[in-house]
């Protein structure tokens, strides 16, 4: 376990929190007070020791071209994405390239939101299995390839995630493909670090901050 990178009483306190997860005991108020007690330069490590991760994950051969290689989003900005989206327990949170299920995770965890992940390379969607198994969390499952063609699947999704995944055509076929869906409620696609392509169907919300911009659909209006 990675508690090490932390002090011994936060360690201490993602170790209680890891504990009443895998008991079904989990409580997202608490959850929340319990992170946020945490300094911010130490969330990311405190996270990490709830979720048992302690590995560095080199890309493998199944990363296509114009993908973008596994970089872990913050924590902090992961509270904001969950804030300003207003992200709840009836929402379907897709997290598209989703590496070991780290941001999915931690919403389901603040919100009760259910969670998709779509990711291409095995190795990362094993040990997002791994992670859900090891705290027994039934809803965020791990679907494993090509989100660029995954996306459209995704119809029970209401907030898509984006930590830049890819860019160019492949993020314009994932926008081609999610507007059918926006026909049908209204989605929030939440970009961390990704300009998004002008879509008609698209509007950003005024107070979005350079790293997180968080778009609304128009399109069931």
């Known amino acids: 376990m990675p508690s090490g990178r932390v002090e011994e009483h936060h360690s201490k306190s993602a170790e209680r929190a890891r504990w009443s997860i895998e008991r079904g005991l989990h409580d997202p108020s608490a959850f929340r007070a319990a992170l946020l007690s945490v300094p ?8 990490d020791v709830v979720l048992g991760l302690d590995a560095l994950y080199d890309d493998g051969p199944e990363l296509p071209p114009g993908g973008v290689p596994y970089l872990p989003c913050p ?5 904001r994405m969950v804030d300003e989206a207003a992200v709840g327990p009836t ?29 291409v390379q095995s190795a990362l969607v094993f040990a997002a299995r791994e992670v859900a198994s090891r705290l027994h969390l039934a809803h965020v499952p791990r679907i494993q390839g090509d989100a ?23 993020l314009a076929k994932v926008l081609d493909d ?19 392509p002008a879509r008609p169907w698209l509007t950003p919300e005024p107070a979005g901050s350079g790293d997180l911009v968080i ?6 209006l």
């Open 215 to 220: 778009y609304r659909s128009t399109l069931h």
């Open 40 to 47: 911010p330069a130490d969330r990311d490590a405190w996270l």
């Open 75 to 79: 924590v902090d900005v992961l509270l």
């Open 148 to 170: 660029a063609e995954l996306a459209a699947f995704m119809t029970i999704g209401s907030v898509f995630f984006l930590y830049c995944p890819f860019s160019g055509p492949r």
């Open 91 to 119: 929402d379907v949170f897709i997290d598209v390239g989703s590496g070991p299920g780290r941001a999915a995770v931690l919403v389901h965890l603040l919100t009760g939101a259910a969670t998709i992940g779509l990711e």
């Open 178 to 196: 999610i507007e059918p869906i926006a026909r049908t409620r209204m989605l929030r696609i939440c970009c961390v670090d990704l300009p998004l």
